[in-house]
């Protein structure tokens, strides 16, 4: 038996409800974990700047190689100084910012508590947002206004 138009619009409305409140739920997990890199960034920064490790410096071309390097974050910056990306450690697991050279993320990726997450971000906003969670991969595109059509496990073909 079909199931009536009414029926299927109060489930899609219920469903939509659904994944807009976990929109915002992510938007606010993402706001949390490019807030936490960039304080964690300029923690390790100050402690770089204040810490005298009194190893000698290597030369250029030397032999000695590094099998492996441990922190719990780093900043890549530019020719200027300035910070280009920050991958680092938070409660939830690992996570990766990518800044313009304004400063500002533009591309965002790491491991929450409902799975992995990858952000692309425009001026201050989301604007992709792809997850996987176990109930299976969401994608949403937004507007400037963070308005737009998502897409969710239920809607892939």
Known sequence: MKESTDNRLKRL??????????LFRM??????????GLLMAGILALGLMLMDT?????ARGGATAHRETRAKGFVLVD???????????NKEGPGLAL??????????MGLT????????LGEGNSRAILRMTKEGPGLALLDENGKGRVLTPSDNP
């Open 54 to 58: 009194g190893r000698p410096v290597q």
């Open 113 to 120: 508590e409902v799975g992995p997450v990858l952000a692309l």
């Open 99 to 108: 800044l313009d050279e304004k400063g500002k993320a533009r591309a965002t």
């Open 79 to 89: 020719e200027k100084g300035k910070p280009r990306a920050i991958l680092g450690m």
């Open 13 to 22: 409305e219920k469903e939509l409800a659904r994944t807009k409140a976990e």
């Open 27 to 36: 938007r606010r997990r993402h706001l949390w974990l490019l807030r936490s």
